[in-house]
Each structure stands twice: as C-alpha cells, then as structure tokens.
C-alpha cells in the first residue's frame, strides 16, 4: 500500500443523452473554455485527477474525424504540472448519435476509440472506459430518464452487458499500446435498508449493485447469487460465459458515494411524501434517501468500504465525493469521507484515495441532467466568477494534501444529515430494521462561535435563525452586550466570545430620519464598522458588515451598478455608508464588506413587500415611488450568501441582490399578483411627490461584476410567499430560534 490517503480529484464531465437533446457539463460549467483551470487545480495539491477525454465530444463522427485539439492541450498541460490522469471515454453517456447502449455494435465501437486514445497519450496509465456503467445501466434502461429510455431488466442487463463489454474491450486496445494500463472502474456503492415486510426487494438491490464489478471480474454464472433473476430476463447463459472467458477485473474499483447512496424502503406509504412512493416486481414501497428517514444516522462510507475490500481485495479508491449543501456543509461531508477512508485504511483494507469530484461544480443534477434549469452546485471552485472563485473547500483539500490537520471552524458542527430537522416523516427507529454497524465516531472539538452584532435587527435576526438551521454555532449581540462603536465593549466582547470572524448586521436604518440625526448616523453605521475593523486586523479575525446601493446617485442608467463603479451618495446615511466601506477596507484589507438594497423577507411584517400586500390585501391606499429603480433582495437569500462568501475567506466589496430592476410600486404590483391579491388601492407616485427628507438615486439596481449569487427575484417572491405563512405559524409556537447555541 502506500504511505497514507492521497487527495485525488475529478471534474464533472457528463455528457448524457434525454431524446434527442444532450447535456454537457464542461459547456454548462465552462470548464470547456477556460485552459487556466488547470492550474488551478494544480494549486490544490491534487495529485491525479479523472479528466475526460469523452467519445461523444472527441470523435461523434467517426475517429476519422476526430478533433483532437482540445485534449492535446489539456492531456499535455496535465502532464506538464505533474498531475497523473484518469482518462474517462464515456462518462454517462450513451456514446455519439449513431449509437447506443443497447446496440451490439457498442463495445467494439469504443473499443476502437480508446486505442485511438491510448496511441495518441501513450503516457496515460489509468483509465475508466466507462463512468458508472450499472449505474448508467439504471437511468438509462430501467428507470427510463436518459437515452435510450428503456425501463425493463432485460434492457437494463443488456445496457450493463454492453458497458462492461466495452471496457473489457477498451482496456484489450489500450494495453497494446501500453501493456501497463491500469483500469479504475467506477460506481455508485450504497446499501438499501428495509422493513422486514421488503427484505426480499432489499436483497435484490443489495446483491445488484455488485453486478458491473462481478461481470468484469468473470464472477457471474449458475450459482451466482442473481442468476435466477439474470435468467429471467431471458438472455441467454451463454451471453455471461464470454465475461468469465474474458475476465478484466479492475486495477482500482472506484466507489461512488453520495448523500442518496444509501436507501430506506418502507411498506407503509402513508409516512412519506406521495413522490417517494413507487412499484418495482410486485412491491408498492417508498424508496427514500435513509438521512431524511432514519433516527439515527447510518454508519455512512466507512462500513461499504469494508464490504468492497472484503470482496475483492482490490485496491479502493473513492472516486466521487460531493455533496450539494451549504459550505460548511461540503466541508463536514468531505472531512467525514476522509476520516472514514483513514479508519478503514487503518484496519487494513487497502483504501487508495479521496476523490473531491466536481472540482468548477455542475448543473441541474437535482433534476438528474434531464432539465435544463440552470440550478448550480459550486465544488471547490465557483464558477459564477470568472475566473472561477475559489471556495473555502479549497482550503479543506489543501491542508488534505498536505497532512495538515483540517481547520476552518465550522467544521466544528454536524453536517445536516446528522441533525434533527432533517426527516421527512416520523423517524425510523433501530428495532424497524434488521441489522445496524457502529457509526464513525465524532471528533472532539471545541466551539467557537460567529459573533452576529443586530440582535434587534430585521438582518441580525435573520443570520442568528439561518445559523441555526445550518448548525453554526454563534453569539447574537445587541448594543447592551456590545457597543461596536466603544473599542472597550468590541475587545471584551472578543476576549469573551474567542469568535471566529464578526458579522455587523446593525446599524442606523432610518434613511430619512438621518438628515436630522447625522452624528447618530455616522456613529452606527461608520464609526461602530471602523472600530470593528480595528479590532478584526488586530486579532487577525473575518469580518462581514453590510453597505447599501444609497452610495450612489443614481446618474447611471442604462445599466445596474457593479462593484467597481465610483460612489457619489446623495443623503446622510448614503454617506456613512460609503465612509465606512472606504476605511474598513483600508483598515483590514480582508474584510467583506457587502453592498444590497430593499430588503424583504418571510421574518418580519415591516419590510416593504410585507407592508404592500398587507395593504392592498385589506383595500387600504398604498403609496409607492414609480420612478425609483431599485433591485429587491430576499433576506434569506442574502445571509446564505453572504454566509458562504465570509466561510470561503472572500473579501472585499461584493454586490448582493436578487436582480431583476424595477420601481418599487412594480415591486408592489408583482407580489400581489403572484399572491392573487388585487392592486386597485395601489398609489404610484413619483418620488418628487414623496416629498422624502433624504434625496434617493431614482436608480440605483445593483449586478455584480465578481459573480451573481442570488437567483431571480420571482424565485424569490414565490418563496417569500410560501413561508410567510409557515413562519407566522412558527412564531405562534411560542420558539425562540435565535438564542445562541454553543
């Protein structure tokens, strides 16, 4: 073996085939057209990446028309930075237009191709012909939702037969040209759980997730544990006597695990939400994520991984680990990966590598690449920036690579798949199943908290409850614990709490009232961030305070301003705004300081869009500005945000908001439509009828020049709308979720 856990990683490259159209992510992710990712990559210490060199992108035409050039310089830039690649030729797909994976002529097709692959990159010493291919299989010819779209088990064996065939095929060419090629097979690798009412079903899918690996291995024949169910879907015997003749057992079986891997079936539908339910051989049953149903835990990847050794005693490698989540979340599941790939490894089992997949994120797998919605997951790269914006995973992988000891303090909480809140019914007790294994124990740490400053703020507020869900241990403070404008107050405070970085969600809000009040005016909101900031640089902490789109003036307007654009406030609180950017920023150079406007949310009925349609709801006048632009933002979409930009370390001026500029009486007229209100009472008035005391920019719509973060404002507003109900009800329960939590 050798010395310890090496850090592998892995870019999402699938290219899936739904009808006629196809999903490719290295188009939806850009990674297609940026050559310096791969320095990037570089950076993080990894030191062998699976990277595609995909049969339907080189050569869709025949190898005769291949086109070469992209993986020429890509294959050759790898090499160039010491990085060692695992070539994948299919990567869920189903090969180019004239092919699929229920065409006999498949095998021998990529067969071609990946000789091609290894005479062109002889230097290549690993390869994975075919990503997953039984979990291919699945999508594809038994569940129906890529091409060829079948949904039967003869389709489904048959589709599996032919991926196996080709990669017994592929690595026959490639070991021509390089006698010591090395396959790494991949697949998913979980465990279904069952009440003993479907024990029989569990058992099917239990010994069906080792087919793939067993065909190639020359395992399957009469006596085989699935032979009867094989048998049955009426090919013949003689189609599995070629693989025990043609035995190609992996070099590395790669373990695929995800949050869904492991799965719950319970008989008693009427526990779950309806879109669990499904039939499969006679059986009605839920299938189920088991984090969402389970009351405690499952063991997670480190009991798997022990089953896979026992079975092969091949060498393992984990080679997809991600997650979708918040980031301190990507940081609790990769950690939790690492730790259990270590344990096993420290049993004996010969455990390779930690793959972090998805290294530039991927598009629209939570509707499994059969949509195109453009619903984004970030890996350790972000790339809604250009260049792509590294995460704070980035950190993670680098102290991985290095032997370091994982560090970032938010590691100190549970991921969400071990807290309460996480079910989606009455949680499964032990005694409902029939077999349980120890889980990997939690690591000792100790807490400290983010410091929030707002404790009677619509924002401050705001943080502590999202905080919460996301299990971030933090201090709420109000002036009375913490004056952020006395640096005596702020260095107890520090000394007190030992936080780990500062959130300023206070300050003066009242934008008219501080033409008459000035000095109160630039005390909270210039002299408390800049005292804040002191005492940051000072102890070398993060800090996040809050600016406003008022630091404009609002002489742009053919386009909504970006970060980098001059400041020129027209009133009192616009000024202190801007004051203290300009000094926070020259005090603690790391700080993030985030610029938003015309907050609105489920969480307090005083905001803008709360005040419009309660209203307009009752018939009563409301009076909005139809000439002032603004760009609204959704508190909660704005302290996840600006929560995951703080944890990955950003810095600097970053504008927040949920896009879509329009006036405020618009803003009005949409969410009451959306909510089925009418607008009748609506007064749209131009500001110069206001008569405000504060001079407003009659435009100040905020973009981002750094990466747009927040989604629509109709996504939004429909989901302002949905939990306003939900959180009415919440308060009505008498809970306080904002105390803090240590």
């Not at 051989?281 to 389970?294: K, L, N, Q, S």
Request: glycine letters at 8%; a negative charge.
């Amino acid at each position: 073996m050798t010395d310890g856990i090496v850090l592998w990683g892995g870019v999402e490259c699938t290219v899936n085939r739904v009808g006629d159209g196809y999903f490719n992510q290295l188009e939806r992710n850009g990674h297609a057209r940026r050559a310096g990712d791969l320095d990037l990559i570089a950076s993080l210490g990894v030191r062998v990446l699976r990277y595609p060199v995909l049969w339907e992108r080189v050569a869709p035409q025949g190898i005769a028309s291949a086109d070469w050039r992209w993986s020429d310089e890509r294959l050759v830039g790898l090499k160039q930075l010491g990085i060692e690649a695992i070539a994948g030729l299919v990567h869920h797909g189903s090969g180019p237009p004239h092919t699929s994976l229920l065409d006999p002529s498949f095998a021998t097709q990529l067969a071609d191709y990946a000789g091609a692959v290894a005479a062109r990159y002889p230097w290549i010493g690993y390869y994975t012909p075919v990503n997953e291919p039984l979990t291919t299989a699945r999508f594809a010819a038994l569940y129906g939702v890529w091409y060829p779209h079948a949904r039967d088990d003869r389709s489904f064996i048959e589709a599996l037969m032919n991926q196996c065939r080709a990669t017994v095929l592929a690595m026959r060419a490639i070991r021509k040209v390089n006698p010591e090629a090395k396959l790494v097979q991949t697949d998913d690798l979980g465990f279904t759980w069952s009440t003993p009412e479907l024990a029989p079903l569990a058992w099917l899918y239990n010994e069906r997730r080792w087919l793939g690996w067993d065909l190639l291995c020359g395992r399957i024949g009469p006596g085989y544990a699935l032979w009867d169910y094989l048998m049955e879907t009426g090919l013949p015997a003689a189609s599995f006597d070629w693989f025990r003749e043609n035995p190609c057992p992996p070099d590395i079986i790669g373990v695929n695990y995800y949050i869904t891997s492991e799965r719950w079936l319970d008989h008693r539908l009427d526990r779950y939400p309806p879109q669990y339910a499904g039939s499969y051989r006679g059986f009605h049953c839920v299938d189920i994520e088991t984090p969402r149903a389970f009351a405690v835990p499952s063991p997670g990847i480190a009991p798997l991984l022990r089953e896979v050794w026992e079975r092969y005693r091949i060498p393992v490698a984990i080679t997809e680990a991600h997650i979708d989540a918040h980031r301190e979340d990507q940081l609790r599941w990769l950690s939790e990966i690492w730790r259990a790939a270590e344990r096993v490894r420290g049993e004996g089992a010969d455990v390779r590598a930690v793959t972090v997949w998805a290294l530039f994120g991927s598009y629209d797998w939570n509707s499994l690449v059969t949509q195109d919605r453009g619903y984004y997951e970030p890996g350790p790269f972000d790339v809604r920036s250009d260049p792509p914006r590294p995460t704070v995973v980035t950190r993670l992988m680098r102290e991985l690579a290095s032997g370091r000891k994982p560090s970032h303090p938010v590691l100190q909480g549970d991921g969400w798949w071990r807290r309460p809140g996480r079910f989606l019914c009455p949680p499964v007790s032990l005694s409902e199943m029939d077999q349980w294994v120890s889980p990997l124990p939690p690591l000792a740490r100790s807490v400290q908290p983010l410091l929030i400053v707002g404790a009677t703020g619509t924002l401050g507020r705001a943080f502590a409850r999202i905080c919460s869900v996301r299990n971030i241990a933090f201090r709420l403070l109000g002036r009375a614990q913490m004056d952020i404008a006395d640096a005596a107050a702020v260095e107890q405070a520090i000394r007190e709490h030992r936080p780990w970085a500062i959130v300023n969600a206070g300050g003066y809000v009242r934008v008219d009232e501080a033409e008459a009040e000035p000095e109160r005016c630039r005390r909270e909101n210039t002299l408390g961030p800049v005292v804040l900031a002191i005492a940051c640089a000072r102890h070398g902490l993060p800090l996040l305070t809050f600016s406003s789109d008022l630091v404009f003036d609002g002489s742009q307007r053919d386009a909504p301003y970006v970060e980098s654009d001059p400041v020129a406030p027209l009133n009192v609180y616009g000024q202190s705004k801007a004051e203290a950017e300009q000094r926070v920023l020259a005090i603690h150079p790391q700080a993030l300081v985030v610029r938003t406007s015309a907050f609105f949310g489920p969480w307090d009925s005083v905001n803008f869009v709360s005040l419009a349609l309660a209203a307009l709801s009752e018939g009563r006048p409301f009076v909005a500005a139809s000439d002032i632009i603004v760009s609204p933002t959704y508190v909660p979409d704005l302290v996840h945000a600006a929560l995951n930009l703080l944890i990955d370390g950003d810095r600097g001026i970053w504008h927040l908001s949920n896009r879509n500029p329009l006036s405020w009486a618009d803003l009005a007229r949409r969410a009451a439509r959306m909510a089925g209100i009418p607008d009748d009472t609506l007064e749209a008035r131009p500001a110069a009828r206001l008569h405000s005391p504060a001079p407003r920019p009659l435009y100040s719509a905020l973009a981002s020049e750094r990466g747009e973060h927040l989604p629509p404002l109709d996504d939004a507003l429909a989901r302002y709308l949905h939990l306003r109900t939900q959180a009415a009800e919440e308060d009505e329960t008498g809970l306080d979720p904002l105390q803090g939590r240590m």
